[in-house]
């Protein structure tokens, strides 16, 4: 009987523990095949300190419960790239105490990034004649992976960016007087999680009036007309702007400012695209202006967790260990969008080499011909990702987080 | 018998619309004392272009319903301020609407600013005749009302900061590295909303390790010694900061980056303080740093609303129908706390003079006398604010918020 290790790498989402939860609760029901389930601490990067957790035996039954609803990453993440070389000592180090702690399958729950461990590791194990398997199970709210429909993650954070929208519309309209709202939504190569914003808008003429994806050149020229135009049609206007736009020769927005911009103390000043936009169109018209950048909360928000994100990420986790049983190796969980009318989901498994490395930006076509706005197609694909709200345990008036002391 | 009219006036908050919904409520129970209930759409501003709506005629179920979880103010806001000289002619102006409308009751939620047209209104209406009576329901995130334990929206936001600021420091720990993340909460004049954050704390040591309120000097020496101290505790430091933070010479802590940022055309880079004690102890610190604001949706948001708040907000706006048909004039609804163990609250009747144009800082003695945490006395008092959360109508995998189109 071999034991279980599942780590996590990159940056955290809301629902990146549900996986996690996917993971332990499949090991646990596997208990004929399964002995230990590990967690690594910090990822790779903690594991080759000796830094881990048994997870069946540390967690106790009401963690277990929590872990569903907690942002974050429990076991604690890290952005430790693998040599290239498959001769690095630090492999078979790796494997010598993946060894030594009996290890017979291995999950980590990562991006892009972490993918690329998974196929290192693959390789190495491949090569090598190690018998362990290796499976990467997807995570981002980029949902810029490759060769599956979607990603864990996105739909939650896609539900914060739409209610928060909302939100922030309907806070925008209760004066009369002319406004702009600029909202700079995370995603710097992939305009996926701007794209949301459009979910926020219950009529046509609704709010937000504009969005702009990193996937299509940023022009403030055509902007300031843009919002010029908007304005014969609305007195609020709130603007969403992914924090990596930028203009034709690939120079980004938020650099635009960050090249003079110094305090008193001759400190140079980052500020995002949004903050930037905001000064500019403040300097050009005589309207009020202000900007959100709805920051790290759009990956950690526990209120706006989508159901169906929640239950998908844990279908991933519980997937990836089913399908090393039956040996899988180097391969990364995938959702498949059934054809038809409803929503229908199953998992599958892709080659993870295949999938490192790549980034899927949104397509063009479901970009409008003017490049300021985001069409049908998108919103019949997003819609269902974003349905249902998860069952919060509470304590003390806020939502009940498993954590590490 | 008489008319009613209702409006809603100042910054918007995640509650307003609760008390909008008690007065709706109310006034339809006392179909026998009340005919009409009208609402002011953007407060007396837009009262005085006759701009106004039939809310039990023009109103759905479902609007009335979605009413007590909708952010913003359904009615349109304003800040008009009305003249001190009660003889300018505005005032018989409004009077001859009012009394063309039949209106008897008159009802202004709202902050400060719009105590004072309560105020306003109520002393021309004793010294010049007029039978209506004019009561305030109280409305503000900031929680600087005084003669009330506490006002409508301040619990609803206090839930909204403490619930970020857990996430944003489950966030902030995922990574091994020493980091400071810096988080910015509304409050210019009085910390209450950065007081909140101290709910986030799950243990002694735990995030936000440093709370700075305007209450207290801000010292930009003693701030870096501050987070010297606090890193010996632990690698992750979540500090939260008043936007309205000032040294001791009350300079704003944000004013000192406005002095100086300019951006590549020139033009002034207005920031906020998080940004500039970002930017600041990145230039003095080896560590990764980052600032958060957390924005507009401190006020509006949705799913952190408080039950409590919501419940209060619709009593509150309930209790001055009720008051105003027993012959209350010139009051503003205050909160009361019943001494005792339990949380027991009830409303009562303040004279709206005494509390326009005045504001309630926090205690001095519910800040530690480091002057960078806060003490047990404020978690006793704000942590019954926060509890319960109220069922939330959905649609399409967001709230179903009621508005005018």
């Given at each position: ?22 993971v332990?609760r499949?090991?646990m ?5 399964i002995d ?7 990822g790779i990067?903690?594991?080759?300190k ?5 997870l ?11 872990l ?10 890290c ?7 498959l001769?690095?000592p630090v ?7 993946f ?15 972490s ?11 491949e090569?090598h ?6 499976v ?11 060769l ?8 939650s ?10 939100e ?12 702009v709202?600029?909202?700079?939504i995370m995603?710097?190569?992939?305009g996926?999680l701007?794209a ?10 609704d709010?937000p009036v504009?969005?702009?994806l990193?996937?299509?050149?940023f ?5 300031m007309?843009d ?8 007195n609020?206007?709130v ?8 203009d ?6 938020c650099?635009?400012?960050g ?8 400190h140079k000043?980052?500020?995002g695209?949004g ?11 005589n ?9 790290v ?5 526990t ?11 844990s279908?991933a986790?519980s997937?990836?260990?089913s399908?090393?049983l039956e040996?899988a ?7 498949v969008?059934?054809e038809g009318?409803?929503?229908d989901?199953s998992?599958d498994?892709?080659d993870v ?12 076509n ?8 985001i ?8 819609l269902?990702l974003i349905q249902g709200?998860?069952a919060i345990?509470?304590k ?6 498993a954590?590490?002391?």
């Amino acid at each position: 009987m071999k034991n279980l290790i599942v780590g996590q790498s990159g940056g955290p989402t809301a629902v990146i523990n549900s996986s996690l939860f996917g993971v332990i609760r499949e090991g646990m029901k596997q208990e004929k095949h399964i002995d230990h389930i590990y967690g690594m601490i910090n990822g790779i990067e903690g594991f080759l300190k000796d830094r881990y957790m048994d997870l069946e035996k540390e967690l106790t039954p009401e963690q277990l419960q929590c872990l569903r609803t907690t942002p974050g990453a429990f076991l604690g993440s890290c952005r430790y790239k693998l040599p290239e070389d498959l001769s690095d000592p630090v492999y078979p180090k790796l494997f010598q105490k993946f060894n030594a702690l009996n290890i017979g399958y291995f999950f980590y729950i990562g991006g892009n990034d972490s993918m690329d461990t998974v196929s290192k590791l693959s390789r190495y194990a491949e090569s090598h004649g190690e018998s362990i398997r290796i499976v990467g199970i997807p995570k981002t709210i980029d949902n810029d992976l490759v060769l599956t429909d979607h990603t864990p993650g996105f739909g939650s954070a896609a539900k914060y960016v739409a209610a928060s929208v909302a939100e922030i519309g309907i806070d925008a309209s209760v004066y009369e007087a002319k406004s702009v709202t600029i909202i700079e939504i995370m995603g710097r190569h992939a305009g996926w999680l701007t794209a949301a914003s459009v979910l926020a808008r219950k009529f046509k003429e609704d709010n937000p009036v504009l969005i702009y994806l990193p996937e299509v050149p940023f022009c403030l020229e055509n902007f300031m007309k843009d919002l010029e135009k908007a304005f014969t049609q609305r007195n609020n206007l709130v603007v969403c702007v992914s924090e990596g736009i930028h203009d034709k020769d690939g120079t980004f927005i938020c650099e635009y400012a960050g090249e003079a911009g110094v305090d008193t103390f001759g400190h140079k000043m980052l500020t995002g695209c949004g903050k930037y936009l905001e000064n500019y169109v403040k300097s050009h018209m005589n309207v009020k202006v202000r900007s959100v950048e709805l920051n790290v909360n759009q990956r950690c928000s526990t209120f706006s967790q989508s159901l169906t994100d929640a239950k998908e990420a844990s279908l991933a986790g519980s997937f990836a260990v089913s399908a090393a049983l039956e040996g899988a190796t180097g391969k990364m969980v995938s959702f498949v969008r059934e054809e038809g009318p409803g929503y229908d989901l199953s998992c599958d498994l892709v080659d993870v080499n295949e999938v490192c490395n790549k980034e899927k930006p949104v397509p063009l076509n479901w970009i409008t011909a003017d490049g300021c706005d985001i069409s049908d197609e998108f919103i019949a694909y997003a819609l269902p990702l974003i349905q249902g709200n998860p069952a919060i345990p509470m304590k003390n008036g806020l939502p009940n987080y498993a954590y590490r002391k």
